[in-house]
């Protein structure tokens, strides 16, 4: 099977279902780049050049370049969703939500529930997340706990190309509002990748690892940290299962439940900021169904509750690191 | 534009019809039977029915909090309308939506809505959705003073030109945002705020059911005929407070009794043609009276509408899994 980037998977997804629904379009600013400009023609192709060729291929009428105006064409696309069409709003950094979360929580969000199940809105808002490019505070965030807090949004954090490429699928099908989580730095990872089209439903957890000893829950970047740790542990005689919820928003909470209920230890390991985030929840979760099962505490692995910092011995302090996750299992084996 | 008597009496009739739903949502509310915020559009009603007899089934439009009179001209369900205002699971929505949140997609009503500036990014949407589906509908944005000082809004008016969009914003400027005057909020003209995006704009006055349609036929041709958006200043009148329940102490001493009296688009319209000709007052009365009848109906099977069961909670949001 052919090796494709995390880029490529998402780039092979969105051209695929824009040959097969013309229904769907794709927005956002400079997502081909270049319009009204002297210079070339699909100059960017999206930020980091993920939706590179896809103007060429569909033309200007369904790649629509917008200005820089977050409300008005995330707004634009949760109208065009609840009236035909299936865009895909390309939103460059999660950081920039705060310029038009109205739009997505109040509207988009609201709409099946609050006009009683009579709308659909069919949207896709991709968005860049997470530290480690050196971005700093306003260009790093992982927010995506902001997001599944809100009912009637559906999270997805991709960790690997192939997931990428189903779920990116799974979302341009579905018919609620889907917040579709990119981590800037999975896009030159490479996977095997089908060529052809495929959809992995939205809140089945994938299993990366698999052992008795202890359970590790990881999202987005942070899975291939917990993959790292438990081959190491592995050398030692510790045996982890390492869960990708995949989507925390519907969470496959049932595949969490049973493997704590196997292990009795659990380590939950998110990029995320500690209060109020995807590990407190995944934490709680299983305090509150799993608790006569645990063997030890549960362990969070987090950032600390700051700002992501710019310099790089900064960042680096400030993001969850192989090693952490090692000690915090080493922790509750003890 | 030349309106035949038929289309006449329908605006009448719709007028009528967002007058006696409002005056008595008004009176439902005060007895107590209404739970939560309303917002009223009495005083209002040349808006919405003079731009709204210019649009078709494929036309969209986004409403405000203020947005009875929207879905009744858009031609939403009355009495679903009104058992929605009361909670009841016969509602528009199920009971789930209430006063701020009524919609109805098939009829191409996209919700009243509880934000300030919410529905201008969204009629972008909808009239993109046109523009790329070729359906020749149009998408019309009712907004109030207050919300023209949203972001939201002029970031969609900048979105609508660049876009080319079948787009038109019907600024409702009754005034007051909320309790503060519009003379004192907007800075600038409205119409000028518009021309400064390279859309053309129109003010109209509110009482003149008219003007108003005549103002929106124009639009509206412009918008299916790939011309782009437009932009409509409605300067009209509320006659209720901001919700029910305010006691509208920033207005003026006897303000809303001069302008009911010398301000009243239904009776600037009645005058308009019975001394015209065109339509007879005893033609006039008889659809008042049916209008009266057919709220009091809406009003009755509301209340007497069961309330939604409680398994509905949970019902309407991931229905897909």
């Known amino acids: 099977m052919a090796k494709k980037s995390f880029r490529q998977a998402i780039n092979e997804a969105l051209t695929q279902e824009m040959r097969r629904d013309p229904r769907v379009v794709l927005m956002g600013e400079d997502v081909a780049g270049g319009l009204g400009s002297p210079g070339e023609d699909d100059a960017w192709g999206g930020p980091m050049g993920v939706t590179k060729g896809l103007m060429p291929e569909f033309g200007r009428e369904r790649v629509l370049d917008t200005p820089i105006t977050e409300s008005g064409f995330i707004g634009a696309a949760i109208g065009a969703a609840a009236t035909g069409l299936r865009p895909v709003a390309d939103l460059m950094f999660v950081d920039f939500m705060g310029v038009c979360f109205d739009q997505i929580f109040n509207q988009a969000a609201k709409f099946r529930y609050m006009f009683g199940g009579k709308a659909v809105t069919p949207v896709v808002i991709r968005t860049m997340f997470g530290a480690g490019f050196r971005a700093a505070s306003q260009h790093s965030q992982c927010l995506y706990p902001l997001f599944t807090h809100i009912p009637g949004l559906k999270v997805v954090i991709p960790s690997s190309a192939y997931d990428a490429k189903g779920l990116m699928i799974q979302a341009i099908r579905d018919d609620d509002p889907v917040i579709f989580f990119e981590h800037k730095m999975l896009y030159d990872d490479m996977d095997e990748v089908p060529d052809e089209p495929y959809a992995i439903p939205f809140g089945e957890a994938n299993l990366t690892r698999e052992g008795d000893d202890v359970t590790v829950v990881a999202l987005g970047r942070m899975v291939k940290l917990a993959n790292e740790a438990a081959d190491a542990l592995r050398r030692d005689g510790v045996a982890c299962t390492v869960i990708d919820p995949r989507t925390t928003s519907p969470m496959d909470t049932d595949s969490i439940l049973e493997s704590v209920g196997e292990t009795g230890r659990l380590v939950v390991v998110d990029e995320a900021h500690p209060r109020c985030g995807m590990a407190a929840d995944v934490a709680a979760l299983v305090a509150q169904e799993a608790f006569r099962a645990l063997k030890a505490p549960v362990r969070m692995v987090t950032p600390p509750h700051v700002p992501v910092p710019f310099s790089p011995a900064l960042e680096d302090a400030y993001l969850p690191t192989a090693a952490r996750i090692v000690e915090a299992v080493r922790g509750v084996m003890a | ?321």
């Open chain 2, 1 to 321: 534009m030349q309106l035949n008597r038929e289309q006449l009496l329908a605006a009448w009739r719709m007028m009528g019809t967002i007058r006696a739903f409002e005056d008595r949502v008004h009176a439902e509310f005060a007895a107590g039977g209404i739970p939560g915020f309303v917002h009223l559009y009495a005083g209002e009603e040349a808006s919405a029915v003079g731009v709204c007899m210019n649009l078709d089934h494929r036309d969209k439009i986004a409403s405000t909090h203020r947005g009875h009179g929207h879905c009744i001209a858009k031609g939403c369900d009355v009495p679903g309308m009104m058992a929605e205002i009361f909670g009841r699971a016969s509602g528009l929505c199920g009971g789930k939506g209430g006063s701020m949140h009524i919609a109805d997609l098939e009829k191409g009503m996209m919700g009243a809505n509880g934000i300030v500036g919410g529905g201008p990014p969204l009629i972008c949407g909808a009239a993109l959705t046109a523009k790329t589906l070729k359906t020749g509908g149009v998408a019309v944005a009712f907004i109030g003073d207050g919300a023209s000082n949203q972001g939201t809004t002029m970031e969609s008016y900048n979105l609508a030109k660049a876009w080319m969009l079948p787009a038109i914003f019907v600024i409702e400027d009754n005034g007051y945002a909320e309790s503060t005057a519009s003379n004192w909020s907007v800075s600038g003209s409205q119409i000028k705020r518009a021309e400064g995006f390279g859309i053309p704009a129109v003010q109209v006055d509110g009482i003149d059911f008219f003007a108003i349609h005549d103002a929106a036929a124009e639009a509206v041709e412009r918008a299916r005929g790939g011309g782009g958006p437009s932009l409509i200043h409605v300067k009209l009148n509320r006659y209720h407070g901001h919700f029910e329940g305010d006691a509208q102490t920033y207005r003026a001493p006897g303000e809303i009794e001069r302008l009911r009296r010398e301000r009243d688009p239904l009776a600037h319209f009645r005058r308009r043609v019975t001394e015209a000709g065109l339509l007879e007052a005893s033609q006039l009365d008889a659809i008042e009276a049916e209008v009266a009848t057919a709220i009091e109906t809406a009003v009755a099977a509301a209340k007497s509408a069961p309330m939604p069961p409680p398994p509905n909670l949970l019902t309407d949001v991931y229905v897909s899994y």
